[in-house]
């Protein structure tokens, strides 16, 4: 696999070692390790390589069509209490927020956009690091601390699940403005912003 490295890797950068679950920001002067998680084998985080263009503090989480349609969307349609439970929402074309109890769940196809309000809930938990792929693979934070303890970590759906991603956060921005404490206050206010 080192062969299909470039010969110069920049710096700073991040590398997710995803069979050691483990992911190194190498920056200028130091590197720091941080514990992941990453894809099952039947759904593999995927070898790529990308530009982390900005970091989002409370995201909402757009599951991808597969999701939505295979796990979600099914389980809305036995309990629609659970997607108001869970605070998924659905979107229409014109970007109108619907009220999750008054969606028919079972429309086939679905027409609305699924999506997931920021919260204590949100799959992707307070910060995600964007960088755009064709894999649509992020790195960010999630609600289910307790996987870090776990041995096997081969637990998502192929996005990498970061220990401490607001550290992760403030080394990649870089910029005395938004250090850890910043970001973590920016957090608690549980308005989502992007920077």
Known sequence: RLRWLPRALPTPRIEVRIAAYTLYFI???RQVAHDVIVGTRARPTPSLAAEVVSVTLNPYWTPPRSIANEELLP???RNPAAAVREGFEAVDSSGNVLDASA?????RPFPYLVRQR???ANALGQIR?????PDAVYLHDTPS???FDRANRALSHGCVRVRDPVALGADVL????W?????????????????
């Open 27 to 29: 920056g200028r002067d």
């Open 75 to 77: 389980r809305f349609r």
């Open 103 to 107: 969606v028919n769940w079972s429309a």
């Open 118 to 120: 920021p919260g204590a």
């Open 129 to 133: 690091l964007n960088m755009p792929n």
């Open 145 to 147: 601390r307790t996987l």
């Open 174 to 177: 870089a910029q005395p403005e």
């Open 179 to 195: 250090d850890q404490a910043a970001l973590e206050s920016a957090i608690a206010t549980g308005v989502n912003q992007d920077i």
